[in-house]
């Protein structure tokens, strides 16, 4: 009937851009607020990178052909230059092993004799970057390991150094690992030098490190080394992760200005090893009133 | 359709479908190519401008619908919130649907003007997404919108020529 009064229409077009406009834009915030919140939408994401995936590929080959290239033509004192540095570097690592060895058995003896559990050890998978960050709110690589190589989400990503990131979503031939730089991701640390426990947050903006929450007086000093503490049992116990370049102590605040830079090459390297395997920690207790209980509690008491 | 004189059909229709799904699929590609540091922030937003190419110039046949979609394989392609790029295509793709006729009336130094407009929204929508989110707005990221309105007039040029490209040798 009302059909009636509109012009008439040669073509048949559909919902006018408006209506369309409308329900598109409502599905997208739709889709946001589920994906921010409740992660629901992880399986069609994989889906849907099945279609994509190709499409990525094949805009890194001319990068990927370019280096093969470069690795085929390389000059020969480069190889050579690189060689000798390898077997120096190999001969130092032996040594070092050796000891590591040594030490690895008397700390077991140690262990054994104040009947402590002894640290597990964790295997590692070799895996390739294969595209760095496309976006730049965000400090995140892709690598070629995904569901097929058993990688799972919260995996640590190290390299021959340290630390370089988080496992954050898994893809069936991808993953996703977050740089330990993306803001404000946290790895629980330790000082080499005198075991302070600390906590390090990814600056975001920069390629920097920041220890926050770090009393003025606190000993620390430039030039510290930062390694993973194991408390939480997400990261494994002693790996390097930054190295203190600046400290502000400014009276003004109650906490010192501490800024790092990441010693594993976290915006460098191709190659990175994901740890699989690391051990479960047993569940932490409860604690005896939430914080909720704690707050009507002191409302209770107001009134 | 076979009854219909395919000449005809073909001076009705001189762009076909596989060119503009190529050209939004080359779009993605451009997209993700290994943009890194300084790069990154001053590439233009390829799919966004394609998107609204074939907006203003064939809106019955890319709307926004299509837009969305190709917004959802952008999402999982640049591993943003599922739906961020999509909203932002959405909009874009409106703007181009329905400014469509206005825009076309504007020679191509005109125009750029205008598409500014419509860059400049949609990068300001994503922005203001991703600071309700996650808390943090990256200044740099607004370059590309520049980028993008200064490469309007060769992706014009290039995208009328291959249509005049494949129009003259259908003719024949």
């Known amino acids: ?303 | 359709m076979a009854l219909h004189n395919p000449n005809k059909t073909e001076i009705q229709r001189p762009v076909g479908n596989i060119f503009i799904f190529s050209s939004l699929i080359i779009a993605v590609l451009l997209n993700g190519l290994p943009w890194e540091g300084v790069a990154l922030m001053l590439r233009p937003d390829f799919v966004a401008m394609f998107l609204l190419y074939w907006c203003m110039h064939k809106p019955m046949r890319i709307g926004i619908g299509m837009a969305w979609a190709v917004g959802i394989l952008a999402d999982v392609a640049d591993a943003s919130l599922f739906g961020q790029h999509a909203l932002t295509y959405t909009l874009l793709a409106f703007g181009g649907v329905v400014l469509h006729r206005r825009l076309q009336m504007f020679d191509l130094r005109q125009q750029t003007t205008q598409v500014f407009g419509l860059f400049a929204l949609t990068y300001t929508v994503y922005a203001l997404m991703h600071w309700l989110i996650d808390g943090d707005v990256v200044w740099g990221y607004f370059l590309g919108c520049i980028s993008s309105t200064l490469l309007w007039i060769p992706l014009s040029l290039l995208l009328q020529g291959l249509r005049q490209l494949r129009m003259g040798r259908d003719s024949r």
């Not at chain 1, 409740?38 to 069609?44: I, Q, V």
């Not at chain 1, 906590?199 to 000993?219: C, E, H, K, N, W």
């Not at chain 1, 395997?277 to 409302?299: F, G, T």
Request: aromatic residues 6%; contains cysteine.
């Open chain 1, 1 to 303: 009937m009302l059909d009636n009064t509109h012009s008439f229409r040669f073509f048949q077009r559909g919902p006018s851009p408006v209506v369309r406009l409308v329900f598109f834009v409502t599905l997208s915030l739709l889709l946001m607020f589920m994906d921010a919140r409740y992660r629901y939408l992880e399986s069609a994401r994989s889906a849907v990178s099945v279609i994509v995936a190709p499409i990525q590929s094949l805009a890194t080959l001319p990068a990927r052909i370019w280096n093969d290239v470069g690795d085929y033509v390389a000059m020969q004192s480069t190889l050579k230059n690189s060689n000798h540095d390898l077997q120096t570097q190999h001969v130092v690592d032996a040594g070092q092993l050796a000891r590591l060895q040594a030490l690895e058995l008397e700390n077991k003896q140690l262990r054994d004799l104040v009947a402590l559990p002894i640290r597990e050890s964790y295997t590692t998978t070799l895996a390739e970057i294969i595209y760095s960050e496309r976006d730049l709110f965000k400090r995140k690589v892709v690598i070629n390991k995904g569901a097929d190589a058993s990688v799972q989400p919260g995996q640590i990503v190290m390299d021959d150094i340290g630390i370089v990131g988080q496992v954050t979503r898994v893809f069936p031939w991808l993953s996703e690992v977050t740089l330990i730089t993306e803001k404000d991701h946290v790895v629980p640390v330790q000082v080499l030098r005198n075991g302070l426990r600390t906590i390090v947050f990814g600056a975001g903006d920069t390629s920097q490190l920041a220890l926050r929450y770090m009393p003025i007086s606190s000993d620390i000093q430039e030039g510290d080394v930062l390694v993973t503490s194991g408390i939480d049992g997400t990261y494994p116990a002693g790996i390097s992760v930054a190295k203190v370049t600046k400290i502000e102590r400014d009276p003004a605040y109650p906490f010192a200005r501490i800024t790092c830079l990441p010693l594993g090459g976290v915006d460098r390297h191709k190659h990175l090893l994901i740890l699989s395997a690391q051990p479960k920690l047993p569940e932490m207790p409860a604690p005896e009133i939430s914080v909720e209980d704690a707050k009507n509690a002191k409302a209770k008491r107001k009134k």
